[in-house]
């Protein structure tokens, strides 16, 4: 059973750098026509797509609203999905899920993902 686990720092302050990395267990991250997203949820609000990368590790997707501050890719060697997130804002403040969807092709749809990992919580506050 594949299996999807979060980790990073929970805390920063704006403008600063902080990378989450996504751990995938019991299945590979090169497995063809599979897809790794990172999807946030601030508080009170509605999930948001954040970025995406395909199983190849070519095709990537970056949402508009981290587009240029953002940035995802992979560690084959240790079957990880990092989100890199540079000059952050309070408004990133979120739960950020990793989540595995059964595409060719990155998705920003989050119903496209059938499997998630509990989720780790950012905030970004001076």
């Known amino acids: 059973q594949v299996r999807l686990q979060e980790s990073g720092p929970g805390l920063v302050k704006p403008s600063q750098t902080l990378s989450l990395t996504c751990t995938v267990s019991n299945g590979s991250i090169t497995r063809s026509s599979y897809t790794w997203s990172w999807i946030r949820q601030p508080p009170g609000k509605e999930r948001e797509f954040v970025a995406a990368?395909?199983?190849?590790?070519?095709?990537?997707r970056i949402g508009d609203s981290v587009k240029g501050r953002f940035t995802i890719s992979r560690v084959t060697a240790t079957n990880t999905i990092t989100l890199h997130m540079d000059f952050l804002e309070p408004e990133d403040t979120a739960v950020y899920y990793c989540a595995e969807a059964f595409r060719g092709s990155p998705s920003e749809d989050s119903e496209d993902y059938a499997l998630w990992g509990q989720g780790t919580q950012v905030t970004v506050s001076s």
């Open positions: 990368i395909g199983w190849s590790g070519a095709s990537t």
